[in-house]
């Protein structure tokens, strides 16, 4: 049915790309929606167990600055902020592409890739966000949650336009990320096995939930600049409760666009050296 209605929208030639693509996404959320509805024990397994993970990161910075004032500059309910911003990239990710570019390898392997690069779409788009985990929606308030009370805590209070910059931050955040894992994803056109791309996600997360400055020498040099996941969260906090230079920004921008541009590349020359699993 899911498939019938997005042929029938993009026959339509007169509609504005943007629009089109955006209602194609909503029938995607829609249908994972169904989906989850029928699995409810799953669903909320699921966001239980994103919950329970943040609230153990939240006891366990409790306990670091019980005895420390501060982590490189950062203090306790910095150090809160910024875990919240973690979660809320984080569940942004589960909720889109995550899950879509994790079973990349698989479309590849058995063939059903040929479903999606045959379509009147864009294909890039169907690979990354054909299906989405509802379960992190809800996720995303516990990140909100520990903002809000590092906000309170603090006595801070954002204005609208640090505020607003913070969001734009965040999106282009999760940019790098995606980016960063759809390009090494795209490595399973070559390689049967990919697990390591995987891991070597866990690997970066792990070290992005701590602010890129208690880091030093070569690891801070590759969470900037190389494999950029510790830059995303570090300038997504700091832009709310720091500040950011406007060099220090560009970079961030800059890297972040980089990187995006380089996935339509990587996905194009990808694409010439599939042969189907059919074939």
Known sequence: MLELEYDKLFQKGDWIVMIRYL??????????????????LNFWMLVITNIAFFGIQFIFMDVIF????????????????????????????MFGPFFNLFTMSELINNG???????????????????KVEVSSILSIFAGIGMIVYSLIMSGRVLSISRAALYAFTILNGL???????????CLSFWFIKTEFVEQIHTILCYFSMRPAEIYKGFIRFVLYYILPYGLMITISAKSAIKGVTLKE???FLLISWGL????????KYSLRKYSSASS
């Open 23 to 40: 209602k194609l996404y909503w029938m995607f959320i829609k249908q994972s929606f169904m989906q989850a509805s029928a699995f409810r």
């Open 66 to 93: 019980s005895s420390v004032s501060s982590l490189s500059g950062w203090t306790k309910y910095d150090m809160f902020f910024y875990l919240g911003t973690y979660n809320i990239i984080d569940s942004l990710w």
């Open 112 to 130: 059903t890739m040929d479903l999606y690069i045959t379509k009147p779409i864009n294909s890039q788009f169907m690979v990354s966000l054909r």
């Open 175 to 185: 940019l790098i990320m995606y980016s960063i894992y759809f390009i090494l994803s």
């Open 249 to 251: 920004y560009g970079v």
């Open 260 to 267: 995006f541009s380089l996935t339509g590349l990587m996905w």
